[in-house]
């Protein structure tokens, strides 16, 4: 269903793949920024960019768990994160990787930004994942 390229010709990514081939037949998820707001809208982690992930995947996982897909099957990802210290963006990543997302490993770009949407928003994350058929009943 899908095919995860790392070109030899290039660096060796650490833990993302430089492409993601899907069959046109598959279907794919396109996602919304996923966000540090509970489900109240509540911002959570002020000013703390590695809690926000935390809560940013979790968020990124129900929106994935409510089109039939989950963590596993993300082919791509943005992930935007308020700092120009590469070591905050480090610090998420290394929440990136914990979450499952990294285990395709899948296409990732590490962004570091001046602002995103929410007052206090510290990390976002758009993805698009595969959609894998449900099992026949």
């Given at each position: 269903?899908?095919?995860?390229?790392t070109?030899?010709?290039l660096?060796?990514?650490?833990?993302?793949?430089?492409?993601?081939?899907?069959?046109?037949?598959?279907?794919?998820?396109?996602?919304?920024?996923?966000?540090?707001?509970?489900?109240?809208?509540?911002?959570?982690g002020?000013e703390?960019?590695?809690?926000?992930?935390g809560?940013?995947?979790?968020n990124?996982?129900?929106?994935?768990?409510?089109v039939g897909?989950?963590l596993?099957h993300?082919?791509s990802t943005?992930?935007?994160?308020?700092?120009?210290?590469?070591?905050?963006l480090?610090?998420?990543?290394?929440?990136?990787?914990?979450?499952?997302?990294?285990d395709?490993?899948?296409s990732?770009?590490?962004?570091?930004?001046?602002?995103?949407?929410?007052?206090?928003?510290?990390?976002?994350?758009?993805?698009?994942?595969?959609?894998p058929?449900?099992?026949?009943?």
């Amino acid at each position: 269903m899908l095919k995860r390229v790392t070109v030899p010709s290039l660096f060796t990514p650490p833990t993302y793949s430089h492409a993601t081939v899907v069959e046109a037949a598959t279907r794919l998820a396109f996602l919304a920024g996923s966000v540090p707001l509970d489900s109240e809208g509540n911002l959570v982690g002020e000013e703390d960019a590695v809690r926000q992930a935390g809560q940013v995947i979790a968020n990124l996982d129900e929106q994935l768990r409510a089109v039939g897909s989950g963590l596993e099957h993300v082919v791509s990802t943005d992930v935007y994160v308020v700092s120009p210290d590469p070591t905050v963006l480090a610090a998420v990543w290394e929440v990136v990787q914990d979450s499952g997302l990294s285990d395709g490993p899948h296409s990732s770009t590490l962004i570091g930004v001046a602002s995103l949407g929410y007052p206090g928003q510290l990390v976002e994350i758009t993805a698009t994942a595969v959609v894998p058929d449900s099992p026949e009943s």
